[in-house]
Every structure is written in structure tokens, then in C-alpha cells.
């Protein structure tokens, strides 16, 4: 079965530093998520992304954040400045539906960010 | 925006039948129903689908009444490997405008040996 994969499965950082988050989507999936999932609560949407751009972000989705696709397989979490916050395991999504009441998601396994 | 409601958590034991119940009394007419499980440490992973009565695939079952306020996931004979957390969702305009989903606390399936 295909599968979305998440690199690195853990990532240590200093508070202040940059990091990036790697996803290889579905192949044939034209729509994107991140989510993330702080340590015992519950899995929240950041940001979805279709067609090279954002289509819909949550009010986590702050100015230190960034989505990209930088080329035909590759999706990208950037986080600018991390805070110690930002720890949380963060999941990479995809879909071959962009709405609608069948829309089916596939996660990664995810990236544990640890921001000490 | 439909909201859902379901247990916390449950306990069961090896080779018992467990059903999680789910209501959505605000549903929508075009809101599909979906349940999503999710092991510690790794993403939610779709389980089933449905829009009304019974839906069954090789992993679960889901029943959903006529009024379709809310919905049963079945689960035959779990095993161990069954413990996850399992979060319902209404799938239509849950969350801004282009519906995406948002995951509720789940219900925190333990199975016991």
C-alpha cells in the first residue's frame, strides 16, 4: 500500500534555530496537510496546500511557519525560530480529494521536533 | 459545524467484540461519517467510512441508524495490537472553509490480555 514518508523521525533543536521538516506525499495526491500533535492532547490542523499554495491555514500557522514544494514529490514544513512550544510530533498528510464529505487522509509516521 | 461526542476511553479484554459510539445530532445531510485510528507514536490511519446503515470492510464495521444522529464502530474480536485511540469525525465543513479535519480527544481503546 502506498505510503506517505516523514524524514527525519526525530529532530532535536535548539530554541531559536531553524528547522525543516520533510515529507514525500502519495504520489498520485495533489492536496497536502501538516498537522501536529503536542505530548497527551489532541492532533491539530497547522495548514493544508493544494496547487502550490495554501489553501487553508489554522491560527497556529503563525509567520514562523512555511510550506513549500520544492519539486515534483518533495512537501516541506519550515519552521523560522523555534520555541519551546513548537515540541510536538508533527504529522505530514495527503489526499486525492481537496474537500468534499469523502475526503480520505493519509498520514506519515511523523517527525518527533524536540526543542530544548 | 457538526461536533461529535464519544467516549474517553474503554477497556476490553482479547477476542471480546467492541463497539464505540459516536453521536453527531447536528449532522448535515451531505456529512459522511469516518473514523480514523491512531497507535502512540505514529499518524491516524482511516479505518471506515460510511453515510448510512451498515458499512463493513476487513478491518471494522460501522452501523449508523436511520436518523443517522450518531454511529457504532465494531470491532470483531480485538486483539492486543487493537489499543489506539479512535476518533470519529463528520466529514463536511468541519473546520474553515474547506472542510478540514479536526480531530476531537478520540476515545482511548485499552485491550487486555
Known amino acids: 500500500e502506498p505510503e506517505v514518508t516523514q524524514t527525519p523521525s526525530h529532530q532535536v533543536t535548539q530554541m531559536g534555530q531553524e528547522v525543516i521538516l520533510r515529507c514525500v506525499p502519495i504520489s498520485n495526491h495533489l492536496y497536502f496537510y501538516w498537522y501536529r500533535q503536542i505530548l497527551g492532547q489532541k492532533v491539530e490542523f497547522l495548514v493544508s496546500?493544494?496547487?502550490?499554495?495554501?489553501?487553508?491555514k489554522s491560527e497556529i500557522f503563525d509567520d514562523q511557519f512555511s510550506v513549500e514544494r520544492p519539486d515534483g514529490s518533495n512537501f516541506t514544513l519550515k519552521i523560522r525560530s523555534t520555541k519551546l512550544e513548537d515540541s510536538a510530533m508533527y504529522f505530514c498528510?495527503?489526499?486525492?480529494?481537496?474537500?468534499?464529505?469523502?475526503?480520505?487522509?493519509?498520514f506519515g509516521s511523523g517527525t518527533q521536533l524536540s526543542v530544548l | 459545524l457538526a461536533k461529535t461526542t464519544q467516549p474517553i476511553s474503554m477497556d476490553s479484554y482479547e477476542g471480546q467484540e467492541v463497539n464505540i459510539t459516536c453521536s453527531h445530532n447536528n449532522i448535515a445531510t451531505n456529512d459522511y461519517i469516518t473514523w480514523y485510528q491512531q497507535f502512540p507514536s505514529q499518524g491516524p490511519r482511516f479505518i471506515i467510512q460510511?453515510?448510512?446503515t451498515k458499512v463493513t470492510n476487513e478491518v471494522a464495521s460501522l452501523f449508523i441508524p436511520a436518523d443517522r444522529k450518531s454511529s457504532t464502530l465494531s470491532l470483531p474480536r480485538v486483539s492486543l495490537s487493537d489499543t489506539a485511540v479512535y476518533y470519529c469525525l463528520v466529514t463536511l465543513n468541519y473546520g474553515g472553509s474547506q472542510g478540514n479535519l479536526i480531530f476531537g480527544k478520540g476515545t482511548k481503546l485499552s485491550v487486555k490480555p
Open positions: 460510511g453515510y448510512k
Open positions: 496546500f493544494y496547487n502550490n499554495e495554501i489553501s487553508e
Open positions: 498528510a495527503s489526499s486525492e480529494r481537496r474537500q468534499g464529505p469523502r475526503r480520505k487522509l493519509f
